[in-house]
C-alpha cells in the first residue's frame, strides 16, 4: 500500500467497523505515535451546526496574527486530506501514506475506526509541523468523541440541537451533556448555545469542573449591516474589541452567532497565550476565513447565471437557518437541488423549504448512506412540492440550470452533495 488512492481506500474501508463511541482505541493510537495531542495548545470545539465555520475562524484569525495553526475538521468533501491542515495547506498525501504505514498494524489490531485512525493521524502530523495550536473539531457528540483524548487550554460549544439522535439522545438536554463531556478542570469555555435548558446543563457541568464560561450572545454584540448572496458586512462589539463594517465570507444570519462565538474565543485565547490581536488583525482574519481555511460551502455563490448557492446544510436546524438567511436577503422562491442521508429527518427539511420551493431536484449522492432520489421526491410530492427525481447530483444541476432562469438554485442536503456540486463546476478544495 505505497500509493495515496490505495491508502485512502483502505481507510475509508475502516467504516465497516461502524461508528464508536468512546476513547481508548484512540488513546491507544496516540500512545503508540508518542501521545501528540500533549505537544501543542489546543482549542476544542463542539457543537451540533456551527462548529466547522467556527473552527475555521478561529483558526484563520490565529493565522492572520502570526501564529502557527493546525487545523483537524470533518468531514471532507472532495479529498481525505482536507481534514488536516497546517495554515490551510493540506496535509501531503506522501504523509498520509507514511502515516496509515505506520499505523496499520495497531490499527488492525484493535479494530480501530476511520475516525479514530484520521484523529491519530491529525495529531502526529500537528506534533511534527510544530504547531503553536491546534484548533480541533469534534467528529460527533463529545465526551465519547475520539477527539476528547486532547487536553485543551479553551474548549467551544457551538449550538445544540436534534442530531445523532440514535448514538446521543432524543432530547436537547441529552445531546447537551454529551457535548459538555469536553469541558475540562480549569480550562475556560466559550459556548454560543441559546436553550435555557442546554444554558443550564452547561453551567452546572462547569461548576462541577470550575471551568469559567462564557455565552457569547451576552458578550458579544452584532449589527448586521448588509447582507447579499455572496457576503456580509458586520459590526462587532467585543469586551477588548470593536469592529465596524468588516466583511464575512461566510453568509447568514447564523454566522453571526459563529463570528460572534469565535471572537469571543479569541479574547478568551489572547488571555490563554499572551499574545495580543489588534482589531485589524482580528478584522483581517474574518475577512479572509475562506482564504485561510479553506472551508466551502458555507451559503457560497458557486455560479453567478443562474446564481447557485451551496450549503453544507444536512440537519433540520441547518435549514432553519438557512431559510432565516433567505427570508432576510428577500429570496422569495429557489429552485432547489437536495439530497439527504437516510438517518436525517428529511421530512421536515422538506416541509421548511416547501415555502420557497418553486421546483425542487430530488438527487442521490454516490454514497451508501444516501436516501433514493425517488424516495425524497415521493415524500416531496405528498407534501405538494413540485419535484423531479433527477437521480445524480451533476444531473440534478444540469436541470436546475436549465430551469432555472432568473431564480436562484440552492444545493444542499449533505456533505455529499456539496462534494459533488464543487466537482461538477470544476472545483477543487
Not at 227 to 253: W, Y
Not at 413 to 427: C, K
Request: proline share 3%; glycine share 8%.
Amino acid at each position: 500500500m505505497n500509493d495515496f488512492t490505495s491508502t485512502v481506500e483502505w481507510l475509508y474501508g475502516l467504516q465497516m467497523f461502524g461508528m464508536k463511541l468512546g476513547l481508548e482505541n484512540t488513546q491507544a493510537l496516540c500512545k503508540y505515535f508518542g501521545n501528540p495531542q500533549n505537544k501543542y495548545p489546543v482549542i476544542h470545539i463542539a457543537g451540533t451546526n456551527g462548529k466547522g465555520s467556527t473552527s475555521a475562524l478561529i483558526m484563520s484569525i490565529l493565522r492572520e496574527a502570526g501564529l502557527n495553526v493546525g487545523l483537524y475538521t470533518s468531514p471532507h468533501l472532495i479529498s481525505f486530506n482536507e481534514r488536516i491542515r497546517v495554515n490551510g495547506e493540506k496535509i501531503s498525501e506522501e504523509q498520509v501514506v507514511e502515516y496509515v504505514r505506520m499505523l496499520r498494524p495497531t490499527v488492525e489490531k484493535l479494530k480501530a475506526t476511520f475516525f479514530e485512525a484520521t484523529t491519530a493521524i491529525a495529531f502526529r502530523y500537528f506534533a511534527e509541523k510544530h504547531v503553536d495550536v491546534g484548533v480541533i473539531e469534534t467528529g460527533l457528540g463529545g465526551r465519547l468523541d475520539s477527539t476528547n483524548v486532547v487536553n485543551p487550554v479553551l474548549t467551544v460549544i457551538t449550538s445544540i440541537g436534534l442530531e445523532h439522535t440514535e448514538q446521543l439522545g432524543d432530547t436537547i438536554e441529552a445531546i447537551t451533556k454529551e457535548k459538555a463531556g469536553i469541558i475540562k478542570h480549569r480550562v475556560p469555555l466559550v459556548t454560543g448555545v441559546k436553550q435555557e435548558s442546554a444554558m443550564k446543563i452547561i453551567l452546572d457541568v462547569a461548576k462541577r469542573e470550575s471551568a469559567p464560561v462564557t455565552f457569547s450572545q451576552f458578550d458579544m454584540q452584532m449589527k448586521l449591516n448588509e447582507i447579499t448572496s455572496s457576503e456580509m458586512r458586520i459590526d462587532v462589539q467585543g469586551n477588548a474589541h470593536s469592529l465596524k463594517n468588516v466583511t464575512s465570507p461566510f453568509v447568514g444570519v447564523h454566522q453571526m452567532d459563529n463570528i460572534a462565538t469565535a471572537v469571543c474565543a479569541i479574547e478568551q485565547a489572547e488571555n490563554i497565550f499572551a499574545h495580543a490581536v489588534s482589531d485589524a488583525v482580528l478584522a483581517k482574519g474574518i475577512e479572509k476565513t475562506l482564504i485561510h481555511s479553506h472551508l466551502r460551502c458555507r451559503f457560497e455563490t458557486l455560479w453567478r447565471d443562474p446564481v447557485m448557492i451551496c450549503d453544507v446544510a444536512h440537519n433540520p436546524s441547518g435549514f432553519e437557518r438557512i431559510m432565516e438567511t433567505l427570508d432576510v436577503i428577500g429570496t422569495r422562491g429557489c429552485i432547489w437541488v437536495l439530497g439527504v442521508m437516510k438517518d436525517k429527518d428529511y421530512r421536515k427539511i422538506l416541509r421548511l423549504i416547501r415555502p420557497k420551493c418553486s421546483m425542487l431536484f430530488c438527487v442521490q449522492p454516490k454514497t451508501d448512506r444516501a436516501l433514493p432520489s425517488a424516495e425524497l421526491a415521493i415524500s416531496a410530492q405528498m407534501l405538494g412540492i413540485e419535484t423531479i427525481d433527477a437521480g445524480s447530483v451533476a444531473h440534478g444541476i444540469e436541470q436546475a440550470i436549465g430551469y432555472a432562469g432568473k431564480k436562484k438554485v440552492f444545493i444542499a442536503g449533505s456533505h455529499y452533495v456539496a462534494g459533488e456540486a464543487l466537482e461538477y463546476f470544476g472545483e477543487t478544495v
